[in-house]
């Protein structure tokens, strides 16, 4: 019988933490020795089981079953399906689908190209604009009726940010003017930096659970919205069209802080700055340092600013505040406010979903920069607690795992060597260790490029990362992303060399086989979404702070799509075309 989890709760969740001297909310001697001689008798007794001879039978009747499967049935263990994320503005901000034809010229394109599905944005801004629970999903039903003509899948993401202020936004699209006028009168529902200057991208998780929105909690806003979108989507989620929802929780999407915003000055490789001096937040983190005995610790006043570097400030540099015991604590509250809010939205779109055959899913960011410096930075003050000694990732994956969800990362297509030196960039090592750390707690990972590329490079690099052990011919192989996201349908992607490279690049995750509808066939098994697991100790998510050393990587994909001698044939063709 396993042990039940219970615990993260949002009322309690970030109370329970380590205090300064590290005593509360850390497993003492005796309860790691409990622990750990938990762990002994359940390994000696799962080790001590008699095999029973229908057991054995079973496991007989499976090899047969294997070695009777033809080649291409064994290959398609190692399918990896490929979806192609949508402009952001398909549906403008006016809430219109205004090039029916062109898109559907351009979904076809993309069938033909053996594509299994799309991903949208199904922005809160355009939906609910009108007044509090004033939903208009027109525009995004006759989407959906043509992604359903075109046979695609379709990954909706509820997006509860705005658009507009961030890398690669193209459009602008806010948050509901209703909320907007709140934000007039009651600045603090923003996140705010420590010079005041308040961010509209998303609504800061200090009023998650304060009735500010004409008697609703933010959360309270997003349940009704997915509830809604449920309601009026259910001939889509019947017929099997939708598999996916992707739950908004800051802002690109992406469960983080907003602490690199360009539209503020911000500029790569900058460290960011922590975003938690709204009033809300401020109030509850002098509430959880008062709980342990320190009422005269502030949040921080030397981390720098956008462009800083690390070792420009005090907070980062080296021996700096981060090591410190209020540095920690500060740390382990600020990052727990991000674990807590996500974990709180998810089981409410748990509950909105229950039942359909969907899987639900949180995104990531790829927070690359400074990533090789001892001090971690960018991450820290995005709300990643991640040190060398120190997971902040795993804990992420444990959360998500209570509901059954799937972690989406970014930055696939990034080689280190790429990167300016001084940046201190690793994003093989992150993406390494995120997805790492998503197999170890046993949950489905995804993934996506986080910028738009159409060279080799690029695909081999997403290649590797989809299947890092390479295919296996005999059936599965050691490890498999659940999907991966393309970023995202341009006339960029649709030019003819460009498309070439990458309808070969799908028939490479395919794993060299033909587009195949039916996901069971790829051990893909959409059930009914069940309700939550129970709710996770504060104790548990630390316990996967723990480092560990990342799975194995091969060098190099073995399902290349071509390198430097297909790039040379490509543009000897094109002088002579």
Same mark, same amino acid.
């Given at each position: 019988?396993?042990?039940?989890?219970?615990?993260?709760? %949002?009322?309690?969740? %970030?109370?329970?933490?380590?205090?300064?001297?590290?005593?509360?909310?850390?497993?003492?001697?005796?309860?790691?020795?409990?622990?750990?001689?938990?762990?002994?008798?359940?390994?000696?007794?799962?080790?001590?089981?008699?095999?029973?001879? @229908?057991?054995?039978?079973?496991?007989?009747?499976?090899?047969?079953?294997?070695?009777?499967? $033809?080649?291409?049935? #064994?290959?398609?263990?190692?399918?990896?399906?490929?979806?192609?994320?949508?402009?952001?503005?398909?549906?403008?901000?006016?809430?219109?689908?205004?090039?029916?034809?062109?898109?559907?010229?351009?979904? +076809?394109?993309?069938?033909?190209?053996?594509?299994?599905?799309?991903?949208? !944005?199904?922005?809160?801004?355009?939906?609910?604009? +009108?007044?509090?629970?004033?939903?208009?999903?027109?525009?995004?039903?006759?989407?959906?009726?043509?992604?359903?003509?075109?046979?695609?899948?379709?990954?909706?993401?509820?997006?509860?940010?705005?658009?507009?202020?961030?890398?690669?936004?193209?459009?602008?699209?806010?948050?509901? @003017?209703?909320?907007? *006028?709140?934000?007039?009168?009651?600045?603090?529902?923003? /996140? &705010?930096?420590?010079?005041?200057?308040?961010?509209?991208?998303?609504?800061?998780?200090?009023? !998650?659970? %304060?009735?500010?929105?004409?008697?609703? &909690?933010?959360?309270?806003?997003?349940?009704?919205?997915?509830?809604?979108?449920?309601?009026?989507?259910?001939?889509?989620?019947?017929?099997?069209?939708?598999?996916?929802?992707?739950?908004?929780?800051?802002?690109?999407?992406?469960?983080?802080?907003?602490?690199?915003?360009?539209?503020?000055?911000?500029?790569?490789?900058?460290?960011?700055?922590?975003?938690?001096?709204?009033?809300?937040?401020?109030?509850?983190?002098?509430?959880?340092?008062?709980?342990?005995?320190?009422?005269?610790?502030?949040?921080? =006043?030397?981390?720098?600013?956008?462009?800083?570097?690390? $070792?420009?400030?005090?907070?980062?540099?080296?021996?700096?505040?981060?090591? &410190?015991?209020?540095?920690?604590?500060?740390?382990?509250? /600020?990052?727990? #406010?991000?674990?807590?809010?996500?974990?709180?939205?998810? !089981?409410?779109?748990?509950?909105?979903? @229950?039942?359909?055959?969907?899987?639900?899913?949180?995104?990531?960011?790829?927070?690359?920069?400074?990533?090789?410096? =001892?001090? %971690?930075?960018?991450?820290?003050?995005?709300?990643?607690?991640?040190? #060398?000694?120190?997971?902040?990732?795993?804990?992420?994956?444990?959360?998500?795992?209570?509901?059954?969800?799937?972690?989406?990362?970014?930055?696939?297509?990034?080689? =280190?060597?790429?990167?300016?030196?001084?940046?201190?960039?690793?994003?093989?090592?992150?993406?390494?260790?995120?997805?790492?750390?998503?197999?170890?707690?046993?949950?489905?990972?995804?993934?996506?490029?986080?910028?738009?590329?159409?060279?080799?490079?690029?695909?081999?690099?997403?290649?590797?990362?989809?299947?890092?052990?390479?295919?296996?011919?005999?059936?599965?192989?050691?490890?498999?992303?659940?999907?991966? &996201?393309?970023?995202?349908?341009?006339?960029?992607?649709?030019?003819?060399?460009?498309?070439?490279?990458? +309808?070969?690049?799908?028939? #490479?995750?395919?794993?060299?086989?033909?587009?195949?509808?039916?996901?069971?066939?790829?051990?893909?098994?959409?059930?009914?979404?069940?309700?939550?697991?129970?709710?996770?100790?504060?104790? *548990?998510?630390?316990?996967?702070?723990?480092?560990?050393?990342?799975?194995?990587?091969?060098?190099?994909?073995?399902?290349?799509?071509?390198?430097?001698?297909?790039?040379?044939?490509?543009?000897?063709?094109?002088?002579?075309?």
């Amino acid at each position: 019988m396993g042990i039940k989890r219970v615990g993260l709760h %949002h009322r309690h969740f %970030h109370w329970e933490m380590p205090s300064a001297n590290g005593a509360k909310g850390a497993p003492g001697a005796m309860q790691k020795k409990r622990l750990g001689l938990i762990r002994h008798a359940l390994t000696f007794s799962a080790a001590s089981i008699v095999r029973n001879p @229908q057991a054995v039978a079973s496991e007989v009747s499976t090899r047969e079953q294997e070695t009777s499967l $033809t080649y291409n049935e #064994k290959m398609l263990a190692n399918y990896v399906p490929v979806f192609v994320m949508l402009p952001l503005g398909v549906v403008t901000v006016d809430n219109v689908l205004e090039d029916k034809d062109g898109i559907e010229k351009q979904l +076809k394109e993309l069938r033909s190209a053996g594509v299994d599905g799309v991903m949208v !944005d199904v922005w809160w801004g355009i939906i609910e604009s +009108k007044g509090p629970k004033q939903y208009d999903w027109s525009a995004y039903r006759i989407l959906f009726q043509i992604i359903q003509e075109c046979e695609l899948k379709l990954q909706a993401i509820m997006s509860f940010h705005q658009c507009g202020g961030n890398v690669g936004d193209v459009v602008n699209i806010p948050l509901p @003017q209703w909320v907007l *006028d709140i934000g007039e009168s009651d600045p603090d529902i923003f /996140y &705010t930096n420590r010079s005041g200057n308040r961010n509209k991208e998303y609504i800061s998780v200090g009023v !998650d659970n %304060h009735p500010l929105f004409y008697g609703r &909690t933010a959360v309270e806003i997003y349940s009704d919205y997915m509830k809604s979108f449920r309601e009026n989507m259910d001939d889509f989620f019947e017929d099997g069209r939708i598999i996916d929802i992707e739950v908004g929780l800051g802002p690109a999407g992406e469960l983080r802080y907003p602490s690199y915003p360009q539209n503020q000055g911000w500029v790569f490789p900058g460290i960011g700055e922590f975003q938690c001096y709204d009033e809300y937040l401020k109030a509850e983190f002098k509430e959880a340092a008062t709980s342990v005995g320190h009422p005269e610790w502030e949040l921080p =006043d030397n981390a720098g600013t956008y462009n800083d570097t690390p $070792t420009s400030t005090e907070f980062f540099g080296s021996n700096g505040t981060y090591l &410190t015991e209020k540095g920690k604590f500060f740390l382990t509250w /600020y990052s727990n #406010k991000l674990l807590s809010h996500g974990d709180q939205i998810l !089981d409410e779109a748990n509950k909105a979903f @229950q039942g359909c055959k969907v899987k639900l899913a949180a995104k990531v960011s790829g927070i690359h920069w400074w990533y090789k410096a =001892d001090n %971690h930075a960018a991450e820290l003050t995005a709300g990643y607690y991640n040190l #060398k000694d120190r997971d902040g990732y795993r804990p992420i994956a444990r959360m998500l795992s209570r509901h059954y969800a799937i972690l989406n990362f970014t930055c696939l297509e990034m080689k =280190d060597s790429e990167q300016s030196a001084d940046a201190k960039s690793g994003p093989q090592e992150l993406v390494q260790q995120v997805l790492s750390g998503g197999w170890r707690e046993k949950i489905e990972v995804a993934g996506e490029n986080a910028l738009p590329r159409y060279d080799r490079d690029a695909y081999n690099q997403i290649l590797l990362n989809a299947r890092p052990n390479g295919v296996n011919k005999d059936g599965p192989p050691e490890r498999r992303m659940y999907g991966v &996201t393309y970023l995202r349908l341009s006339d960029d992607l649709l030019q003819k060399n460009n498309f070439n490279i990458f +309808k070969t690049f799908v028939k #490479k995750m395919h794993a060299n086989q033909d587009y195949c509808p039916d996901p069971e066939k790829f051990n893909h098994h959409i059930g009914p979404l069940e309700r939550s697991k129970p709710t996770i100790t504060i104790e *548990d998510l630390l316990e996967a702070t723990e480092p560990t050393e990342p799975f194995p990587w091969d060098k190099e994909t073995d399902m290349s799509v071509g390198g430097a001698l297909a790039n040379l044939i490509n543009k000897i063709f094109s002088i002579f075309k």
